[in-house]
T-cell receptor, first 116, second 115 residues
């Protein structure tokens, strides 16, 4: 069974440009999460989808970040325009929902974003 | 609100020595606790989890952790370190119910294993 897949693995962009990160969750997983780790800091929650709906987006840093999950399958996270402080590793995770409870989350390998 | 404290950023042990990585949590409701590991150039991998039931949980690669409610702790141990255990370890807490299933992570601890 394929795990959580993220594209690209690395991205280097200039300040002011746009970058789109993609996450393909494990098939059948309704929950999809985005997290970010800025260098030297802890992994921080960004947002949570249940199928195509945003369940919790309390961790999104500002309106330069836009996440979508059309059709409840893969998700994209767009940063526009990118700023230097957006650099970090962006993780995606997915999990199942069983009887209203979420199972443990499985993580992708992350996308390392560098804004120069 | 939930929080996780992992004291220190780096632990170094000799091969064959005991590994002890500390994790303390704060949660207003019974928590679900996890340890994840990140090997170099890889993603986060689940080591073990505590949800309900037995407070001593065993995970992959010989690791185990004990949930101690009175101490609000979930320390990770391994009796004998191996060179392949060198990685970064993250403790995390969640409630796993509906909207509250996001993970709150500690800052992570890097484990080095000396030959």
């Amino acid at each position: 069974e394929a795990g959580v897949t993220q594209f690209p693995s690395h991205s280097v962009i200039e300040k002011g440009q746009t970058v789109t990160l993609r996450c393909d969750p494990i098939s059948g997983h309704d929950n999809l999460y985005w997290y970010r780790r800025v260098m030297g800091k802890e992994i921080k929650f960004l947002l949570h989808f249940v199928k195509e709906s945003k369940q919790d987006e309390s961790g999104m840093p500002n309106n330069r970040f836009l996440a979508e999950r059309t059709g409840g399958t893969y998700s994209t996270l767009k940063v526009q325009p990118a700023e230097l402080e957006d650099s970090g590793v962006y993780f995606c995770a997915s999990s199942q929902v069983i009887w209203g409870f979420s199972t443990e989350a499985f993580f992708g390998q992350g996308t390392r974003l560098t804004v120069v | 609100a939930q929080s996780v404290t992992q004291l220190g950023s780096h632990v170094s042990v000799s091969e064959g020595a005991l590994v002890l990585l500390r994790c303390n949590y704060s949660s207003s409701v019974p928590p679900y606790l996890f340890w994840y590991v990140q090997y170099p150039n890889q993603g986060l991998q689940l080591l073990l989890k505590y949800t309900t039931g037995a407070t001593l949980v065993k995970g992959i690669n010989g690791f185990e952790a004990e949930f101690k409610k009175s101490e609000t702790s979930f320390h990770l141990t391994k009796p004998s370190a191996h060179m392949s255990d060198a990685a970064e370890y993250f403790c995390a807490v969640t409630m796993l119910t509906g909207a509250n299933s996001k993970l709150t992570f500690g800052k992570g601890i890097t484990l080095s294993v000396r030959p």
